[in-house]
């Protein structure tokens, strides 16, 4: 039975929200002007449902809406939906449209666009990223033509976030009748900029959509998105006023970026982590011990350092870092290496042990912890050999199949979503194969558990065990890192990291007149 | 140079390139790692995989998916990209433009400096502009292009602030920020091409300089000027025009590493993109693309020798 | 011999090549004999410590010290590119002399086809190897070699021509020599010095393509110290470090100018058209 309280938590307002910028400015954000930004990669896929990496995510963003829409305090405000409301046991939701949308070509949005789109994603045959992560649907239906109604296979409370999936861009429903795989070329959203030029390895241009549900954004003109693929050579620009934003940059380069006339050098804690995957299942990963003697011969403090340059954090061997909501402050582990010997010894390795590490080549830091790991572990008797590989290689020959490896994953909007994506034994990539029935259950009941205190004791429990036992080496996380320069007003670095929000951004005083 | 010598020629360049394009298909079809795996990246499912398999025709035999690429790209189809869904042939033949773009420029910049130094060099055989000269030329061939290129951008954009660091923009666009932006990369490749043609222009002054009909223009009392100009150089520049067109073959490969720094959407980072993405069609069109340009050039660099050399040698 | 080298000490360019390759030669033999540090022993407090007399040229990310991972490095560098020229130099001499011998239209068809995979660039032949053989400095040498095979079999065959035409293979060939003893005893001998001078010249774009591959991420893989590595992980970092930058591309430079020093060196040595 839910409180009252807990189904105003669980249902959304439109209130006051749609309409209001984020941050508060001096004065109204000035409308008009391009924004010309980089990324570090092509954003090769443009069609919405098939998006992989950031810079796709940010295109399909600029183009597409969702019907919720994460906030940089991973909850959750209206987007295409402007409310929505759950059955008392979570497993019926009914969402309300925001009338009077409008795609880019001029129809209107209904309720069959997005059940056609929900229905597309969870078809296998449209391989989509999305279809394991838009929650647990079972079937949707419109009511009316301004409302969904989306039956789950379960109780599942954070549906909402889960629908701020980056796949789940709501398309039209002739489209995906007629040609799907044509938005991998051409774009029909209801977001708030249109596509006007697509040339997916030099430049891509967005122009102001004027038909945008909310009439005050957005305030650019144009963004014109530029792929410089070295990162030094990205920063240099950067400095030298070439280019007003860039979303993501490295610690070396961002030191520079501090000193820069011009620049604002932006920082955000976050749950993006590299972890050693273990597996569980094979020796010598399978004796706990093993696990626990690599765990006490890493520095986290020192990885910190040697992995993100001094910005991030030190984990704790949970992937749950201080941006997340549950996040149980468990005290650091210390190195230990008499202690890891002996853990090491005990479990029948008195005379040290031969691993070998693989680590993709993307990114760079994935061989940069390998390296750190197997230099710290060498003292515990750990004689690591670290195999570096090209990225399509690893995902096909190790990923998924190797029992130790250096991982690389982003903050996900919520503790479940992070511990179903990688630690029960049902999840989606279950790496480690740590299969540990107890850690299940806990995970389970907090994701039908209404109550905040109970569900935040669970989760502390599932943080201790993964603390315990260690299922993967979490050392560090990483602050993400980027820069503008200073006359571009209302860019928050959103610790997600795939989330952008460029129709709150404006140009200020002092910004170039680019044609 | 007869019409059969023409024929002839020309027959050798398309053989060339049905070399190539076997090699490089036979290439293609032993790369390790899926296509389809490297597309959908970690979040394949197997059902994922298996449907997008089908849909870039993975499993048909190799000779066959040779003789369906060969009909197609003989009609100029070289196929979708696995990475884009963008058709590869216009992509890759709008990437070649700019490359040659920023390998003509490599090339006048080139010859605007070497061939003089060259000269310089030879005239001053043994003194101290000939030392430095060669010294110059040591170093330039002795850097890697990436080591090259950091270090010019550290100082000219970095330090000196004189030239932007990185970006591509098109002539047609802003004619003037198009030669800033390419100012770099030019100067990269140059460095290389200069050191290397410097030092054939100048073996290749030397020998012209010693030999007989030199001797015999000097002899006749042709000031020194008429025989350097009217005859050493110009029977000199011949072969430049052969060693041009083989630095073609390295120019082509050297763009790969410098349109990677300097962010060139050129062939060589298309090719460099595709070859880490597994993007089949686009490696295969990218290495045929260039191989067939090397072979036009070297078709057309020996057919000019072949008409300067009748005209300069016996006059 | 002796007199061969004598001659290539006599200019300044070979004197001073020679001089180079024995420092070379010497990192390789003892560089980790004689190297402070360990090459892969990382320090917190030192991570991009400035050039000074803990590190006397500095420390890179990991401070690890930069002088002992040259050294050390020089052997997982030089070599490697050493013997990719040498097997790519062999296969292309047995090839060229090969085609030569066996003339007319073989030879034509061996050629043509040889000019043919010339047209494929050199590195571009060579990231396409390696992708296909999988990454790593072993795989890297192989590329190398392959691509550097077409080249040599041209030098090679146009040296061998004007052999195959002369009285003493000639009269082989009447003795019925078999083509085995040809090609090896007759006249891969005396094409040896192009052969030599251009491989001499060839280890040095051995040594930069290497760090080339490397630097594309396709070569020699971390932890190593190979130069190439070096330089592409220091880049990262090169407006906080630029040490680490400096030190390992001197040392490519340093290389590949020997190499081409003693290969000019060797080749007025041996053609000695100077003093005609």
Redesign the interface.
Known sequence: MLSVSRRLFLAGTAIGLAGLPRIAFAEAPKRGGVLRMSVDQ?A??I?PMQA??NPEYLVTELLYSNLTRLKSDMTVEPDLAISWEPNATLTEWTFKLRPGVTFHDGSPLTADDVVATINAILD??T?S?G??NVGPIKEVAAVDPLTVKLTLTGAYADLPVALTYLNARIVPAKVIASDL?SL??TANGTGPFKLASY????RIVVERNPAYYDPARPYLDRIEL?????????A??M??G?IDLLLTT?P??Y??LVKADGVKALRTPSGQFLNINLGCDQKPFNDVRVRQALALAV?RE?TV??VA?GYGTPGNDTPLSSAYHFYKNIPLKKPDIAKAKKLLADAGYPNGIDLTLVAS?KP?TR??L???V???AAAAGFRIN????????Y???V?KKGNFYVGFYNMQPTADAIFNLLYTSNAA?NETHWNNADFDKVIDAARVEADDAKRTALYAKAQDMMNAEVPSVISAFFDLLAAQRSYVDGYVLHPRGSVFRLDMVSLGAGAPKRA | MTPAWFARRLMLMVYTVIVVSMLVFTITQILPADAAQSLLGENATPEMLAALRAKLGLGDPAWLQYAHWARHVFTGDFGISMRTSLPVGPEMLTALSRSLLLAVSAILVTLAVAVPLGVLAALRQGKLTDTGVSLIAYLGVSLPEFVTATLLALLLADTLHWLPATGYVSPLEDFGDSIRHLALPVLTVSVILVAHVMRMMRSETLDVLKSDYIRAARLRGLPERTVLFRHALRNALLPVVTIIALDVGYLLGGIIVIEEIFAIPGIGRALMVAITTRDLPSIQAGALIMAATYAVTNTFADMAYAFLDRRIRYD | MTELFIRLMRRPQGFIGVLLLALIAAACLFGSALAPYAPEKIDFLGRFRAPGWQNWLGADQFGRDILSRLMVGARSTVPLAFIATFVGSAAGAIIGVGSAYLGGRTDEAIMRTNDAVMAIPGLLMALLLVSTLGNGAGNAVIAIAVAFAPGMARVTRSAALNVRNQDYVKAAIARGEGAHWIIFREMLPNVMAPIVIESTIRVSFAVMLFATLSFLGVGAQPPASEWGLMVADARQYMHQAPWGLIAPSAAIALTAIAFNLVGDGLRDALNPKDER
Do not use: N
């Open positions: 092509a090769s896929v069609h992989r990496v296998p045959k391989a990223p279809r394991t795989a991998s070329t040339e997916p390895d030099r530029l792929v410089y693929p070295d990162r030094t050579a990205e240099s620009a400095i030298s070439e490295t070396g380069e030191e520079r520095d020192a350092g040697f340059g080549d760079s061989t940069q390998g390296v750190a197997r230099e710290m670290v195999q570096t590989m090209p990225h399509a290689t995902l096909d020959q990923w990539w």
